[in-house]
């Protein structure tokens, strides 16, 4: 049952991040280098570690699952989620509500990634759980800001961010009942959807302006990946 610790663990990061804009002053702290560090985790996880091994579980068919996972989060973040943004940036585009239905829909999908992840290979679980705490905390940050802006007391907020959080772990349970011949095509549907977040979602957020340190934390944040391996021996 490690793989449930390791959503767990992921998921209260989302929770430290909205704590954050609501009990301190980092409301008005850029936060252009955690996103483009996250970035990097997240692409660089799905690069090196996820489709390699789908390729392995699903006798290399992973294109279709991986566009399918690439386009289902764009088409589920521009009609109902929340995106990693600044104080300053953050838009109320859709309600509170049906945002946190978005943001729980992406921790059950978390959830199922680390948990198939670590039935794939421990380690590879260990790795997904760390890009998805990585990327939970601008996001919690996000979501408290948002929802805050929305009119929501924080009281509601707190709840909103725990039970979203806490779908990660729903997500992991709810992995044992997937066979393990579907395990290849989840790793690459879950890529895809690391991808399109990293790239798609977090990337222009971070280089909203010429700043080699945001490239540096990219590159530093895709670089962690494959040192990741080398300390772990593997």
Request: charged share 10%; hydrophobic share 55%.
């Given at each position: 049952?490690?793989?449930?610790?390791?959503?767990?663990?992921?998921?209260?990061?989302?929770?430290?991040?909205?704590?954050?804009?609501?009990?301190?002053?980092?409301?008005?702290?850029?936060?252009?280098?955690?996103?483009?560090?996250?970035?990097?985790?997240?692409?660089?996880?799905?690069?090196?570690?996820?489709?390699?091994?789908?390729?392995?579980?699903?006798?290399?068919?992973?294109?279709?699952?991986l566009a399918?996972?690439?386009?289902?989060?764009?088409?589920?973040?521009?009609?109902?989620?929340?995106?990693?943004?600044?104080?300053?940036?953050?838009?109320?585009?859709?309600?509170?509500?049906?945002?946190?239905?978005?943001?729980?829909?992406?921790?059950?999908?978390d959830g199922?990634?680390?948990?198939?992840?670590?039935?794939?290979?421990?380690?590879?679980?260990?790795?997904?759980?760390?890009?998805?705490?990585?990327?939970?905390?601008?996001?919690?940050?996000?979501?408290?800001?948002?929802?805050?802006?929305?009119?929501?007391?924080?009281?509601?907020?707190?709840?909103?961010?725990?039970?979203?959080?806490?779908?990660?772990?729903v997500g992991?349970?709810?992995?044992?009942?997937?066979?393990?011949?579907?395990?290849?095509?989840?790793?690459?549907?879950?890529?895809?959807?690391?991808?399109?977040?990293?790239?798609?979602?977090?990337?222009?957020?971070?280089?909203?302006?010429?700043?080699?340190?945001?490239?540096?934390?990219?590159?530093?944040?895709?670089?962690?990946?494959?040192?990741?391996?080398?300390?772990?021996?593997?």
């Amino acid at each position: 049952m490690i793989y449930l610790v390791y959503a767990l663990i992921a998921s209260t990061f989302s929770i430290i991040g909205g704590l954050l804009p609501i009990y301190t002053g980092l409301r008005q702290v850029s936060t252009n280098y955690l996103i483009g560090f996250a970035a990097g985790v997240l692409i660089s996880t799905a690069i090196f570690e996820m489709l390699p091994e789908a390729v392995l579980e699903a006798n290399a068919k992973i294109v279709n699952p991986l566009a399918l996972g690439f386009f289902s989060l764009y088409l589920l973040e521009k009609s109902i989620m929340v995106h990693a943004c600044k104080e300053t940036e953050c838009d109320i585009h859709i309600s509170g509500w049906i945002g946190a239905v978005g943001l729980g829909l992406e921790s059950i999908l978390d959830g199922i990634a680390i948990a198939v992840g670590y039935f794939t290979e421990p380690v590879l679980g260990l790795i997904i759980a760390f890009a998805v705490a990585v990327h939970e905390l601008p996001v919690g940050f996000s979501t408290s800001i948002i929802m805050r802006r929305a009119a929501f007391n924080t009281r509601d907020t707190l709840k909103i961010l725990i039970a979203t959080s806490l779908l990660t772990v729903v997500g992991a349970l709810m992995a044992g009942f997937f066979p393990r011949e579907y395990f290849g095509h989840i790793l690459a549907f879950t890529a895809g959807t690391f991808i399109y977040i990293g790239a798609s979602d977090l990337l222009p957020h971070a280089h909203e302006r010429v700043d080699w340190r945001v490239v540096v934390s990219v590159i530093s944040g895709a670089i962690v990946v494959p040192l990741f391996e080398v300390v772990l021996g593997i």
